[in-house]
């Protein structure tokens, strides 16, 4: 079965050591078929904090798709900022800002959100628009659709108040065409899940949305140092969610859909 992990917001530069030793065990033992990093790679966007963090990646030995969060754009930095804002995360990390993995079962198109300008608040563009279309449209509905971003499309269930990624509203309903699955994001340091639908009312599908907490830094907020596991079992998929218990990362939720038609069912 294909599995993917989903960890985001390393903020390198704030890790705790051990919560970073214990995911790397537990994904050599869960040995995913891909690795999703949702960005925020680093605190400060500085060079050793992206040498660590590419230190850090390649202890992975699985496949990896990345996208760039806000805190790998500097913020103090003014001529790196508007001049080459990501010319450190295109040299450490990858130089690939609309990464995509093939997988005979699964499609994840990564697109990048973070900006020069409104530093904290991410945005889609109208070419990123069009080319998640390029992507998802042609595929078969049997294809388990994923898309990637570092900011969110849907608030926590519990704080409307977060600002979600520009021009969201736009690319939901290019997902909703195109009958992606699975939206994952980061950037708020909060796991959870839900149902696109529940925010985005207009749409006709289901859309799964999984927001990943950070995965090791020690910046969390009231919730533990977690990630996201997504197994595949069609015509269901399993949302599960891994947290730091003080020891070892362990399942915390798991949840199952079942695809039935255009609709993710949730199941049990
Ligand atoms: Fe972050
Ligand atoms: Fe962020």
Not at 41 to 45: I, S
Not at 70 to 77: A, E, L, S, V
Not at 92 to 97: A, E, G, S
């Given at each position: 079965m294909p599995i993917i992990a989903h960890i985001s917001d390393l903020h390198f530069n704030t890790q705790d050591n051990r919560v970073a030793a214990g995911l790397l065990k537990d994904l050599l033992q869960i040995q995913p078929t891909l690795v999703v990093n949702s960005g925020d790679?680093?605190?400060?966007?500085r060079r050793n904090q992206f040498i660590a963090a590419r230190a850090y990646l390649d202890q992975i030995p699985f496949p990896q798709l990345t996208v760039p969060g806000?805190?790998?754009?500097?913020?103090?930095?003014f001529a790196t900022r508007f001049l080459a804002p990501l010319s450190r995360y295109k040299r450490?990390?990858?130089?690939?800002?609309s990464p995509r993995f093939d997988h005979e079962q699964f499609v994840v198109l990564g697109v990048n959100t973070a900006r020069s300008a409104t530093w904290k608040n991410g945005r889609i563009s109208l070419e990123q628009i069009k080319s998640i279309q390029d992507t998802f449209?042609?595929?078969?509905?049997?294809q388990f659709k994923v898309l990637v971003t570092h900011h969110p499309f849907v608030p926590p269930p519990d704080d409307p108040t977060p600002a979600l990624v520009g021009r969201g509203k736009l690319a939901i309903d290019v997902l909703d065409t195109c009958g992606a699955d699975l939206l994952l994001a980061g950037h708020l340091h909060r796991h959870y899940s839900a149902d696109a639908k529940t925010h985005h009312?207009?749409?006709k599908r289901t859309i799964l949305v999984a927001q990943a907490g950070?995965?090791?830094?020690?910046?969390?907020?009231?919730?533990?140092n977690a990630y996201n596991l997504i197994t595949l079992i069609p015509p269901e998929v399993e949302l599960q969610v891994r947290a730091w218990t003080g020891t070892a990362f362990e399942p915390i939720t798991s949840t199952r859909y079942m695809k039935i038609e255009n609709h993710w069912q949730k199941q049990g």
């Open positions: 790679l680093t605190q400060r966007a806000n805190h790998d754009i500097p913020f103090y930095d450490y990390i990858t130089p690939d800002l449209c042609p595929l078969p509905i049997t009312v207009g749409i950070t995965a090791i830094s020690r910046r969390i907020r009231n919730e533990p």
